[in-house]
């Protein structure tokens, strides 16, 4: 569905939402990124709970996968999350999704320091 109506826009809008402007950011700032799912996922998680949509369901997804276990791996820092949450409304400007508004950025930042689960994977 989401090819569907990437088409009837004319680009990727319906489907490339906050999350895949943050890993984007990601991939401009780290001079390594990881793959690009992987960038997305731990994005997803962040704006599902700014949103507060579905965070649950997500959580439970990337546990029961075992997406958490593997990223715990990584070494992510959570300073180039931050940047990267400040640089993602820069990507594509013409776009507004959450991320473009200043007051769901700041949750995201609040989220990086006082997430249990975040504390977790981001160093």
């Not at 569907?4 to 890993?23: F, K, V």
């Not at 439970?60 to 300073?79: A, C, M, P, S």
């Not at 473009?100 to 504390?119: G, I, M, P, T, W």
Request: charged share 25%; proline share 3%.
């Amino acid at each position: 569905m989401s090819g569907i109506a990437n088409e009837m826009a004319g680009n990727s809008a319906p489907s490339s939402g906050s999350e895949h402007l943050i890993s984007h950011a990601l991939d401009k700032i780290l001079e390594v990124p990881q793959l690009h799912g992987i960038q997305v996922g731990i994005a997803t998680y962040i704006m599902s709970k700014v949103q507060d949509h579905r965070y649950t369901r997500v959580n439970q997804v990337l546990t029961d996968t075992g997406f958490w276990d593997y990223v715990k791996t990584l070494n992510l820092k959570k300073d180039d999350f931050k940047k990267a949450i400040e640089l993602a409304p820069t990507i594509k400007p013409n776009r507004h999704t959450f991320i473009h508004e200043s007051h769901y950025r700041e949750q995201a930042l609040k989220l990086l320091d006082e997430d249990d689960l975040l504390k977790t994977i981001l160093h």
